[in-house]
Structure formats: structure tokens, C-alpha cells
């Protein structure tokens, strides 16, 4: 059965650092992209990061750039964001995916696209 799970979340004081994993099943992490999202309370779903098959591409949103890393773990299976110097505004439900695609980027995929999401995992910076 294809499917991602993320773990790793939690709460985190401002300047922090957490690691969220994406472990897939089903299909190998690295022939395909694996993307991250995140949502927070009454906002709308944005890009964060991603990585193409064979590790090729990375992308950042603006607002991670420099703080936020993406790497994959072949043997694992999984793909990790690492996040660094963590704010407030960090805060919010990030999902991993895939859309099976040797490529990435940061749109959000449409309703009708398919994608494999993940349950999604909570991260809250706060002091």
C-alpha cells in the first residue's frame, strides 16, 4: 500500500530547531518528489519545501529559505525537513506528499491532481 506518514512534531520555543520525517511505503523515496506543506489555523495550505527524484532539485519557500533543510535517506526510505531558528509563525500542521512525479515544486497540487498525502503533524512555536 503507497502511502507517507510524518512524525516528528511537537512544540518547540522560538529559535529552536525540530526534525520531521516522512517515511514512505510502496514506492521508493528516491525516484519521485517528496514535498512538504503546511497549514496553519485559518490559512491556506503553502508550499515549504520539496526535493526531486534522485535528489537533483530542492526548493524552499522565501519564508524558510536559509532555515529549513530537506534530505533524503535512500536506505530509510524517508525524506526529513529539518528546521532550524524555528518563530512563531512556524506554526501550523505540515504534511509531506508525493504526486509520484520525478519532479517538484512548491504549488499546491489541485483537488483533482493525485497526490499522496500524509496525516500531517503538529508543530507549535511558542514560548
Known amino acids: 500500500q503507497l502511502q507517507v506518514v510524518e512524525s516528528g512534531g511537537g512544540l518547540v520555543q522560538p529559535g529552536g530547531s525540530l526534525n520531521l520525517s516522512c517515511a514512505a511505503s510502496g514506492f521508493p523515496v528516491h525516484s519521485y518528489d517528496i514535498r512538504w506543506f503546511r497549514q496553519a489555523p485559518g490559512k491556506e495550505r503553502e508550499g515549504v519545501a520539496c526535493?526531486?527524484?534522485?535528489?537533483?532539485?530542492?526548493y524552499y519557500a522565501d519564508s524558510v529559505k536559509d532555515r529549513f533543510a530537506i534530505s533524503r535517506d535512500n536506505a530509510k526510505n524517508t525524506v526529513t525537513l529539518h528546521m532550524n531558528s524555528l518563530k512563531p509563525e512556524d506554526t501550523a500542521v505540515y504534511f509531506c506528499a508525493t504526486t509520484l512525479h520525478p519532479e517538484c515544486s512548491l504549488t499546491v497540487p489541485r483537488p483533482s491532481s493525485t497526490v499522496f498525502w500524509g496525516q500531517g503533524t503538529q508543530v507549535t512555536v511558542s514560548s
Open positions: 526535493i526531486s527524484s534522485n535528489d537533483r532539485y530542492t
